[in-house]
């Protein structure tokens, strides 16, 4: 059964009902009865607690009320009073608002009127609550007493006129008229005296309500003077409470001194994590996450001012290899990203002007959590998710994103030094992820076969060619190279599990950086990614894991640790830590910053073990450094970014039409275009229609497959192998299960432009650019690729 409709409110009703409260990511809304009266909204768990047990109350006067969707809407004081509730209907929804619209106008203009006549009867409270609910009386004691005054008013008016009616009628009986006309006049002087009785009685027992109201108000504001002492009390107990709980645990699990530019007690507004709800709604049980352990197994110091004024060889600790003596600058002397004249900071004037903008995000009302709730479990490349989900790339495009600070690797391979370089690809490794912090949609799934190329040789030295070499599992391989002497190739596979919360996504495969002028050959994997609030609330990323960081060449080594956020911990949101060592072990610089902001390295001119024991029980080696030295910094995005999916100056260009490119290129997949256009229910039929004819495909490679193992039993082969119906309608571009690893079933087909080896470094089995595409796109003769789109 339906609700009963709830009349209208009017202005000055007392307003109740059920409302649905967030209450935290474990309950999610729970249905509370709502109260607002005298400009206050009050909650209750349910209708008997009303008489005892408040669970909290917002003042209206002060408070903003925001409207998010068709339901929800969200109250909140400014300060750490904030309520997201829903409502049952739109319509039920809209008579809240209304409710509480009203009620705010009538206390702000209850308070106005109290700011205004300068009472100083009352008396100084303890704290902005107390003042304010003491000020609510006084204006409502003033209100009545104005009222009743202008009652007074009109019954003197009553009286004159009432007189003055009487006399009239008097009159009129000495007036010699007929019978009737006579009783009538009689009934009228009857009933005004009795209108005359009955206002004067009603503005007597207004006169002595008010009389009874001033008789009690010292004793009310006494009483809410009490009890805005002893919440202020309370609380103060219960902070230092909080701060004594931390202090203990950050003892026993070992406390970090870290650098002064580097410690940062509390987590700053960049670094907080959204959520939604009161903080201190005392009738939930709030989601904590259990404090991490300290990232960090060292300890940095400043370092004697002495070692400044000491040349390379006679540093403590520093080989000759570092070239300060041979006249090359080191890391130590040069200005890095924060001088203004830097390679990083200088803007690269382009060869062509590339676009801006992209049409903005429509606005569309999504709800991820239908799509997701029967997938717990499954990996990402399994779910069927249509493109109101994505964003107008590819995977193929945000793997090329990895090149967004290309200028690392640029100075890296002018360093003499290859303990210095390895310290710039650090950092190029950190920043590939800072495109990624608002970045919650999910890239296109590249089609078999469908390639990206990235040419900036011009403007920026560099150009790079991707292609989607499998599909179940779904991998991409990535090859880049560089005028200035550097070459980066990787493949990436995507291992994803979703766990009803969250959403982890493992990326599988190593990544291969190669200087030509020194040889040094370097390799590394990457962290993983969860998506968290998958269900409720807002979207957001985090960054966890651990990166190793080999030269092969040298045996030099760079130790990266990616923080995963922790409600308790008092460190620097998305924080990201180093150690860069020699064959060795011995430590030469010191990472630290944020994988969304910067990098600063410091070199190491000694080492040695604190006294200061670890969550393990060792003691921490304690590093003294000099002063830090800024390596990366992230470009601001740009401006209406939020309305454009949050993409990079970068990301914006890659999607750009270009002519002249592959006819697999992703900026050919028609329904990533679509999508990009705003066109979504055109750019889901088009994306259904190239997952037909890719599972089309595959299966003519599967016949052709069997007929070249045995011609014989072909036809017999051919039925075997056809997928059924069911099969057809659930295997898509994202969903398939008899072509995983897992099954030892690889399909047939050979990529266009990259050979399937085991790689000479690591010994896995990989993907390396064999050549041949950009002298085949000089000759535009694209004869040989395939029909994906």
């Not at 075997?720 to 398939?736: F, I, L, V």
């Amino acid at each position: 059964m339906s609700e009963p409709k709830a009349p209208t409110p009017a202005p000055g009703d007392t307003y109740k009902g059920w409302l649905f409260k967030w209450t935290n990511y474990i309950k999610g809304y729970q249905r509370r009865w709502f109260v607002l009266s005298n400009g206050l909204l009050s909650y209750y768990r349910t209708q008997a607690e009303m008489g005892h047990t408040c669970r909290g109350t917002i003042n209206l006067a002060t408070a903003n009320i925001a409207v998010e969707d068709s339901c929800n809407f969200v109250i909140s004081n400014g300060g750490t009073q904030t309520y997201h509730l829903k409502a049952s209907s739109e319509v039920e929804r809209q008579r809240w608002i209304t409710a509480l619209e009203l009620a705010k106008a009538k206390a702000f203009r209850m308070q106005a009127e109290s700011d205004d006549s300068g009472d100083e009867s009352t008396p100084p409270a303890a704290g902005q609550g107390g003042g304010a609910r003491n000020s609510e009386v006084q204006s409502t004691l003033r209100t009545l007493g104005s009222k009743v005054e202008d009652l007074s008013t009109c019954n003197d008016l009553i009286a004159k006129h009432g007189s003055a009616l009487q006399r009239s009628l008097s009159e009129l009986e000495g007036v010699r008229l007929g019978g009737e006309t006579s009783e009538k006049i009689r009934q009228v002087t009857e009933r005004a005296t009795l209108f005359r009785i009955t206002s004067n009685a009603m503005i007597n027992a207004c006169r002595d309500f008010l009389a009874l109201a001033q008789a009690h108000s010292k004793r009310w504001q006494k009483a809410l003077q009490a009890e805005r002492e002893q919440r202020v009390r309370l609380e103060e107990t219960l902070e230092q409470l909080a701060k004594q709980h931390n202090h203990l645990e950050r003892a026993f699990r070992g406390a970090t001194v870290l650098p002064p530019s580097q410690s940062n007690p509390a987590i700053d507004s960049k670094g907080s994590v959204p959520g939604k709800g009161d903080a201190s709604d005392e009738d939930e049980e709030n989601e904590f996450f259990d404090a991490c352990e300290d990232v960090q197994e060292f300890i940095t110091v400043p370092a004697d001012p002495k070692y400044h004024r000491r040349s390379g060889s006679n540093v403590s600790g520093i080989s000759s290899e570092m070239g300060m003596d041979d006249g090359t600058t080191s890391l130590d002397e040069q200005s890095m990203a924060s001088n203004p004249e830097s390679p990083q900071s200088q803007e690269v004037v382009p060869v062509r002007k590339r676009r801006t903008r992209i049409p903005d995000k429509p606005n569309y009302s999504l709800n991820l959590w239908s799509i997701m709730k029967n997938c717990i479990g499954k990996e990402l490349s399994k779910i069927p998710m249509p493109v109101n989900f994505n964003e107008p790339l590819s995977m193929l495009q945000r793997l090329s994103e990895d090149l967004e600070y290309y200028e690392l690797l640029d100075r890296g391979a002018k360093c003499q030094s290859s303990l210095e370089q390895m310290c710039y690809v650090a950092a190029f490794t950190v920043s590939s992820y800072s495109t990624t912090v608002h970045r919650t949609g999910k890239p296109f799934n590249p089609l078999l076969g469908e390639t990206f190329e990235l040419d900036r040789l011009q403007e920026s030295g560099y150009r790079s060619l991707c292609e989607q070499v499998s599909h179940h599992p779904p991998a991409a391989a990535h090859h880049a190279i560089s005028e200035r002497g550097w070459t980066l190739r990787q493949e990436i596979a995507l291992a994803s599990k979703f766990r009803g919360k969250y959403l982890s996504i493992m990326p599988l495969g190593s990544i291969h950086c190669i200087f030509e002028k020194s040889n040094n050959h370097y390799t590394w994997k990457k962290v993983t990614t969860t998506v968290h609030n998958i269900i409720v609330g807002k979207l957001w990323i985090d960054q966890s894991g651990e990166i190793d960081i080999v030269n092969h060449r040298t045996g030099d080594r760079c130790h990266l640790k990616f923080a995963p956020y922790s409600y308790f911990s008092r460190d620097v949101a998305r924080k990201v830590t180093g150690v860069v060592t020699d064959k060795d072990g011995k430590a030469h610089y010191v990472l630290s910053g944020t994988w969304d902001e910067k990098m600063e390295c410091s070199r190491v001119m000694q080492s040695s073990r604190g006294g200061e024991n670890g969550a393990d029980g060792r003691q921490k080696t304690v590093y003294q450094t000099l002063k830090a030295k800024e390596l990366w910094r992230k470009t601001p995005l740009p401006e209406g970014a939020e309305n454009m999916y949050y993409f990079s100056t970068l990301a914006l260009t890659l999607n750009e039409p270009e002519e002249g490119v592959a006819p697999t290129d992703s900026r050919k997949r028609p329904d990533q275009r679509l999508m990009e256009q705003g066109r979504w229910e055109e750019a889901n039929a088009e994306k259904q229609r190239l997952e037909e004819k890719q599972r089309t495909a595959r299966r003519e490679r599967e016949r052709e497959a069997n007929r070249s193992a045995n011609p014989e039993e072909a036809e017999e082969v051919e039925i075997a192998t056809e997928p059924s119906e069911t099969t057809d309608k659930t295997d898509t571009d994202e969903t398939s299960s008899d072509l995983s690893l897992s099954s030892g079933h690889q399909d047939s087909y050979k990529a266009m432009w990259f050979d399937r080896c085991v790689d000479p470094m690591t010994g896995e089995p990989t993907h390396i650019y064999r050549g041949g595409y950009w002298e085949t796109k000089e000759q535009g003769n694209w004869d040989s690729c395939p029909d994906i789109f």
